[in-house]
């Protein structure tokens, strides 16, 4: 793309961004720069303070964290002029180069953003890691466990319904909690999405910080491990890093599929985990696939792992919907009727996630109207649009081939490697909405566009982000999603 080069005119602040610019992008590479730095705009500069903008909490603190000693230590030897630079958030910018707006139909009931982004509370811990640090870690008892994700309150033993398909997962999570004494190490549980392992894993969380709260216990995500890692790496931090991790009673790491593919930080992983059952600590690990199917990881890992206990849950049955119903109704304190509850548990079938979810709209919807009683009607009624997808099935093609009509490319280009924004941005969506209107994984997902499941994932939170800031994109997702669910 010609307008790569960041020539701009103005002020001469202005031109020298855009010199900055050009050797950022140098320095960190197309990709980087362009996911995190191209966004940012030149403030206000006054009385030697220079104000630098980024759309989102998110992209400010990952460049603060990132980029802001480079960029304060180039633009130091450009102008003297400026003796601090503050990096703020400016909210309410529109990419206007992402979106061609006179596309935009008005639309009556375009979603709030809390709506779309309520869907997702799962997969937005990575927010949560950008914003942790190792100093910050200990600062209370939850987070010290958790590093900085929440404890979901009703993730716990006793609300987790056992079925024949999650009786072994069950059984095998409430012995490592329950004894001091390791049996099978690691623990190793997976699992398409939305079929408890989160919920497992948070239970013994629980029950260890109940009945055992001297037992030091680390939670964390795949990517929070990742990015700890690296950081540790960049702050030359690797000593506290090792420390920290390889003094634990109990290690778990949730969604350990994310750690494919990444060199250094899968060998240092490698060993942390080595030590910890060398001395009889705990690990349980948790995954989309079993060890042997994992992508990117290597082959000595992959060994290691299948020496615990490797236990699977299966798609749920019929029984065991019914029994999550019942369950979920009681914690909300609502009255599900039987025949409600058998039709939700016949045609929500994908995962418990997406049932859950389904009762939490009709329980919203019956709140809403005070208190309405909940009939089998109302729920056919609130549901339509779900159900009508399910029965639908919208697949990648399909998606591809809408959202490259939309914007006017071809879905050839939607799956070429170009990174132009005209194509890029219409790419991420695509993305996105293969990850919300269908049940494939990211790796699938990554397959139909030639990428690997941490460009996908990135996409997916990018788009979650701009839903957010850029109203018309918030539209313009909402009139596709609309066309590939009809
Ligand atoms: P995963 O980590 O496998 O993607 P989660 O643990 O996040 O799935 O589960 C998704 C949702 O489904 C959570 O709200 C969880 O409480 C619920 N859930 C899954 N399995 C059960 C179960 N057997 N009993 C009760 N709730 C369940
Ligand atoms: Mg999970």
């Keep these: 793309m010609a307008e790569e080069a960041f020539v701009s005119e103005g002020r001469p602040v202005d031109l020298q961004w855009g010199q900055i610019c050009n050797q950022l992008k140098m320095e960190f590479g197309e990709t980087a720069f362009d996911s995190w730095l191209k966004p940012l705009t030149v403030g206000d500069f006054k009385d030697g303070v220079m104000n630098i903008c980024a759309p989102t909490a998110f992209m400010k603190n990952w460049v603060v964290t990132h980029y802001s000693d480079r960029i304060n230590k180039i633009w130091e030897q450009q102008n003297p002029d400026i003796k601090k630079i503050n990096f703020i958030v400016q909210t309410g910018f529109s990419d206007r180069r992402s979106v061609d707006t006179s596309l935009l139909k008005k639309i009556s009931s375009s979603p709030t953003p809390q709506n779309i982004y309520g869907c997702n509370i799962n997969s937005s811990s990575f927010g949560l890691v950008a914003g942790a640090s190792l100093a910050n870690d200990t600062s209370n008892s939850n987070s010290n466990i958790t590093n900085g994700t929440p404890l979901n309150p009703n993730y716990t033993f006793e609300n987790f319904v056992v079925g024949k398909t999650n009786e072994f997962a069950y059984a095998a999570a409430r012995k490592v909690a329950e004894s ?33 709260p001297t037992r030091n216990v680390i939670y964390l995500t795949a990517e929070q491990f990742v990015y700890k890692f690296v950081k540790a790496l960049r702050y030359k931090d690797t000593a506290a890093f090792k ?16 750690m494919g593919n990444k060199g250094t930080t899968q060998e240092e992983f490698f060993h942390t985990f080595s030590s910890l059952v060398e001395e009889g600590k705990q690990v349980i690990i948790s995954a989309d696939k079993s060890p042997t199917d994992l992508d990117g990881i290597e082959e000595r890992l992959k060994s290691r792992l299948v020496g615990g206990l490797v236990v699977d849950i299966m798609p749920t049955n019929f029984d065991l919907r019914m029994g999550i119903l019942q369950k979920k ?158």
């Design 329 to 486: 109704a009681e914690l909300m304190g609502i009255e599900l009727p039987q025949k409600v509850a058998e039709f939700l548990a016949q045609k929500i079938t994908s995962n418990v996630r997406e049932l859950e979810g389904s009762l939490k709209r009709v329980a919203a919807h019956s709140q809403l109207l005070s208190g309405k009683e909940i009939t089998l009607d109302m729920t056919q009624d609130v549901l339509k649009d779900m159900l009508r997808s399910i029965d639908r099935k919208t697949t990648i093609d399909e998606i591809q081939k809408k959202v490259a009509e939309h914007f006017n490319i071809s879905v050839k280009e939607l799956q070429s490697s170009r990174r132009a924004r005209t194509v890029a941005r219409p790419r991420q969506i695509a993305m996105y909405l293969a990850k919300q209107l269908t049940s494939r994984s990211l790796p699938e997902i990554g397959r139909k566009f030639d990428r690997d499941h941490t460009t996908v994932m990135h996409a997916v939170r990018k788009v979650e982000e701009l839903i957010i800031e850029d109203q018309s994109l918030a539209e313009n997702i909402e009139i596709l999603r609309r066309t590939l669910e009809n």
């Design 180 to 212: 001091k004494n390791v049996s099978f190490n690691p623990l190793f549980l997976y699992s398409s999405v939305g079929l408890g392992k989160t919920h497992l894993m948070h239970s013994i969380i629980w029950h260890i910080k109940k009945n055992d």
């Design 243 to 258: 420390e920290q991790f390889r003094s634990v009673d109990v290690l778990m790491v949730d969604d350990f599929q994310f």
